[in-house]
């Protein structure tokens, strides 16, 4: 099994909605990561866990809330968005953080911010 | 801040003609990597390099890596239309535990 799995693919959120998004793998990853993409630009990286702890906070303001409930699983909460944060939010994992190696990458959640 | 600007931004090719993209990149490296998203999906790794190697070559795609220059090239040869995709180099700015996206090109593979 060589999947991420993110869930929901689309989203549309009120700007004083309360939502999450959620992404699996089951390959034995121990890195996960956060990425955000805006159209026609490259992914930006948000969050890096390290065996479920948070090891790279990339100056994400605090409306987005990551947690990795355990090794198979990254959530990213949302809260007070604003039509900004409209974007493609991909998940990733490897197999460890260190050196980087090849990251596998869900197909995102669509977010739309009204 | 990017780590990575590619050139060109955009390239159309006819079918089995070769692609060529250049990534630049502004810190010491341990890899560089390259991926391909279709439109409005997710990223798939096409190929890593280390930074001890000059050349990786995976069934079409061909990549050179010079650190002397801070710069890579992938090359697709025979392209079909299937290639048509955004093509990211990304690397670990400078050791760290991110990896960084470059600027990315555009291909358009015209049957």
């Known amino acids: 099994d060589t999947e991420v799995t993110q869930t929901p693919k689309h989203l549309v959120m009120g700007m004083t909605n309360k939502k999450s998004l959620k992404c699996e793998q089951h390959m034995g990853h121990r890195a996960m990561y956060w990425y955000k993409q805006k159209a026609k630009k490259p992914p930006e990286l948000m969050f890096v866990?390290?065996?479920?702890?948070?090891?790279i906070n990339e100056s994400v303001p605090s409306r987005f809330s990551p947690e990795c409930p355990n090794s198979s699983l990254l959530n990213l909460h949302l809260h007070a968005l604003q039509p900004e944060d409209s974007a493609l939010y991909l998940c990733?994992?490897?197999?460890?953080?260190?050196?980087?190696?090849?990251?596998?990458f869900g197909e995102g959640s669509r977010l739309t911010v009204l | 801040s990017q780590q990575g600007e590619e050139d060109p931004q955009a390239l159309s090719i006819q079918e089995g003609e070769n692609a060529t993209m250049n990534c630049s990149y502004k810190t010491s490296i341990n890899n560089l990597q390259w991926y391909r998203q279709n439109s409005g999906r997710g990223l798939v790794h096409l190929i890593l390099?280390?930074?001890?190697?000059r050349e990786k070559h995976s069934g079409r795609l061909r990549v050179t890596l010079d650190t002397s220059k801070k710069s890579s090239s992938l090359l697709i040869t025979a392209s079909r239309a299937a290639d048509t995709a955004s093509y990211f180099c990304?690397?670990?700015?400078?050791?760290?535990?991110?990896?960084?996206f470059g600027t990315g090109t555009r291909l358009q593979v015209f049957p």
């Open positions: 990304a690397t670990d700015a400078g050791g760290t535990d991110k990896l960084i």
């Open positions: 390099i280390r930074s001890n190697e």
């Open positions: 866990y390290s065996y479920e702890k948070l090891s």
């Open positions: 990733a994992s490897s197999q460890e953080v260190v050196n980087t190696g090849e990251l596998f």
